[in-house]
């Protein structure tokens, strides 16, 4: 039987709990879970699926016989057909609730941790606007809404700066208003989509690898910087400084004005030339009287007030007392590093992107630091015994690795040094919590702290205070 033939509607189902990836969780009537990109824990819904595996149904919530009491209401006109703040309609103190659920479910049971009391996860002081980088795609085939389709309006208008549609590679989304980056973001896309087409700056096709506008970078700081990068197609000198020239004059705030030309396949910019149209080639972010330095390629978290919290937290649970030596793994551009190192006897950073440490180093140096050193490699390499012999045994390890947590060589690395503490921040619960399954036998978690760094959506970070047994 086809797969088409497998699709069912289920009716009166509860939508009991939020799983990962944002979406909710209902039982079926044969028992199988479902899960539904549409529904808030305490719907009551009719479902119809379009995917069945062996253990679960994806679906989606068709009729609603009951709201859920921890429903609200979107504020955004783009909700449910833009996928960037999935939980939008649900009330911010039951997603801080799922948030810490998820994260004490992840660590008890994929990684079987005896927890100690759990720290209640740290909501955001902003709920809305509160992001630092925004990106936004042109093209000239935007994604027409089922409401438009149905209606009797000229749909001939065809441009959008916006966003990806979830899945679709080749459709933008034209946003009016997005609520995750504060003034001039909106006004400036606005400005720019408006005066483009006033102007006839053709806007990109991704499938036939057409057009002169490809995307736009907007980022801001807790300075009052504000840097806006323009990716181009086609190389137009004419068409890209009258673009520009409005840019610089009807926003004058802008601090750093950069524009990059790629005729690649794809749009991203780290292999790229980065222009310096006006202004300077960065801008500054402070934290607690550092100042890093952020160009167009460089890592800094979205949620700027958030990512110092974050920091606080880190620096608390590793209680230096200035005489340890600190390793920072996965160090970035050395913000965290920098940040503890006023604590430390001394840091060392180890990374695998050499732009990164290249930032690290710059910065370090901007902020007069002088007990932090910054090394180049990839972890499951550098991070070696010779490493140790070389740069010292550290009494403390601070890592805060990608998504897909810690190699297992640098896990066991870890273990073979054996430091009296570990602090471990990760954006990923569900690998994190397989990494200190590893560690278990020789480290305990004493403390555990979630964070918030963007509402409105399922993401939550989490940090980890391991000592030894």
Not at 39 to 58: I, L, N
Not at 178 to 191: D, F, G, T, V, Y
């Amino acid at each position: 039987m086809s797969r088409r033939k497998r699709k069912q509607v289920f009716t009166n189902v509860e939508v009991i709990d939020a799983g990962a990836k944002g979406k909710t969780v209902a039982k079926a009537p044969d028992g199988k879970v479902i899960f539904l990109p549409n529904a808030v824990p305490g719907d009551v819904v009719d479902v119809q699926t379009f995917k069945k595996r062996k253990a679960y149904y994806e679906g989606k919530a068709t009729v609603f016989h009951k709201l859920s009491d921890k429903r609200t209401q979107p504020v955004c006109e783009h909700f449910g057909t833009c996928g960037g703040c999935k939980w939008q309609h649900m009330d911010y103190k039951y997603q801080l609730e799922y948030k810490q659920n998820e994260v004490t479910n992840n660590l008890t049971r994929i990684g079987h941790i005896e927890l100690p009391k759990v720290t209640p996860i740290l909501g955001s002081k902003k709920q809305y606007f509160y992001r630092n980088k925004m990106e936004f795609s042109f093209s000239d085939s935007r994604w027409l809404t089922q409401e438009e389709i149905n209606s009797n309006e000229n749909l001939d208008d065809k441009n959008a700066l916006g966003f990806h549609i979830p899945g679709m590679w080749d459709k933008i989304l034209d946003i009016k208003k997005c609520h995750l980056q504060a003034n001039p973001s909106n006004a400036i896309r606005n400005a720019v989509k408006q005066f483009s087409i006033d102007n006839g700056l053709e806007f990109f096709n991704t499938r036939n690898q057409t057009g002169l506008l490809r995307t736009m970078m907007i980022r801001t700081s807790s300075t009052g910087d504000i840097m806006v990068l323009i990716q181009f197609f086609k190389d137009n000198k004419t068409k890209r400084e009258l673009l520009l020239d409005f840019l610089s004059e009807s926003f004058p705030e802008i601090t750093s004005l950069l524009y990059v030309i790629n005729q690649k396949a794809n749009d991203t910019i780290y292999d790229q030339d980065v222009i310096c149209y006006k202004g300077t080639d960065h801008i500054f972010e402070e934290m607690e009287g550092l100042r890093f330095k952020i160009n167009a390629k460089s890592f800094y978290q979205t949620n700027s007030e958030q990512a110092y919290e974050l920091y606080k937290i880190t620096r608390d649970f590793a209680k230096l007392s200035g005489n340890e030596l600190v390793y920072d793994l996965y160090t970035g551009t050395g913000t965290i590093a920098q940040f503890v190192s006023k604590k430390a006897k001394k840091v060392v950073g180890v990374e695998s992107v050499p732009d990164a440490i290249a930032a690290a180093k710059e910065n370090a140096q901007l902020n007069n630091i002088n007990n932090v050193e910054f090394f180049v490699g990839d972890m499951k390499h550098v991070f070696n015994t010779a490493f140790i012999k070389t740069h010292g045994q550290p009494d403390v390890i601070i890592t805060d690795p990608p998504r897909d947590g810690m190699h297992k060589d640098v896990v066991q690395q870890i273990l073979n040094i054996s430091p009296k503490k570990v602090v471990y921040v990760s954006c990923n619960s569900a690998t994190q919590a397989r990494d200190l399954a590893l560690m278990d036998a020789v480290y305990k978690v004493t403390k555990t702290q979630a964070v918030d760094m963007f509402p409105q959506t399922h993401h939550v970070e989490n940090v980890v205070l391991l000592e030894k047994r």
